[in-house]
């Protein structure tokens, strides 16, 4: 344990899936909102296929809120990872707001002479995040965010935490009138987000970096091990509507030229990955 304000724990603390893979898999799905007017939407979708073996061409299905695309993989090689991307006109939908959440489903079915293979499901929502001056806007409606830092511990469960107990923790937030919650200093359990997609909760959600000396931040290994925090907590996260901001370097020499340096190596390589 490194003496911080939370514990630092080890092991599995979070469930595990066990997948049978078939020889080509959806290994990912990616997608982002443009707004062409009200209620209607341009849907950006990428697709990752992973393939174990060299297979013949497939057909990878995209469906979305009454939208529909057919994407052709083409032929592909042993252990070749490859990303379709399409973009879907979607209308009538409505937008995913605090308080008022709308969600979507979003699907990829990997087809082989028209038999599933393979399938993938995202919740998504549609809405806008921006800043304007010092104002943050949300579906371009300013909005004052109320809410509470968040540490992922129990007394009764250390940091595996129960759904249930996920629940009261948000209970608690809307019972005092919050709309957000900021993940101090980690990325979070992906069914916490579910939760605040589902009842309309903004998420801040930052990496694991917090208050560390410069010393540390010199290290040879940090810029690698940060570099693949920010990947997999992107990569993982970026399809819920509820995360607004991605948080980085909480309290780390923010004030020195080095500082300053890595922050903007950080941020680059946030708006890369989003």
Excluded at 47 to 70: C, M, P, R, V
Excluded at 186 to 202: A, H, Q, T, V
């Amino acid at each position: 344990h490194v003496p911080n304000d939370y514990m630092t724990y080890g092991g599995i603390t979070r469930p595990v899936e066990l997948h049978a893979l078939p020889d080509v898999f959806v290994e990912g799905l990616r997608f982002y909102a443009e707004e062409t007017g009200e209620g209607s939407y341009l849907a950006h979708v990428e697709g990752k296929l992973h393939s174990l073996t060299e297979t013949q061409s497939l057909t990878l299905a995209i469906s979305l809120a009454g939208a529909e695309a057919s994407l052709e993989t083409g032929q592909m090689q042993a252990e070749e990872i490859r990303s379709l991307s399409v973009t879907l006109p979607v209308e009538k939908v409505q937008a995913w707001d605090v308080l008022d959440p709308h969600l979507y489903t979003l699907r990829a079915e990997l087809r082989r002479q028209g038999e599933v293979i393979d399938d993938l499901l995202e919740q998504v929502g549609f809405r806008t995040v921006e800043v304007r001056g010092t104002d943050l806007l949300l579906n371009h409606r300013r909005i004052r965010l109320q809410g509470f830092n968040r540490h992922e511990d129990y007394g009764a469960f250390g940091c595996s935490v129960s759904p249930q107990a996920m629940m009261q923790d948000l209970q608690l937030v809307l019972d005092m009138g919050g709309n957000s919650i900021r993940t101090c200093h980690y990325p979070n359990d992906p069914r916490f987000l579910d939760l605040c997609d589902s009842l309309g909760i903004l998420v801040w959600e930052e990496h694991h970096a917090r208050a560390l000396s410069g010393e540390i931040l010199r290290t040879e290994t940090f810029r690698e091990q940060i570099r693949q925090c920010n990947l997999e907590m992107i990569t993982q996260h970026v399809n819920h509507p509820c995360i607004y901001v991605w948080g980085v370097l909480n309290e780390c020499e923010s004030e020195t030229d080095f500082g300053r340096d890595l922050y903007a190596w950080n941020l680059a390589q946030l708006r890369e990955l989003d």
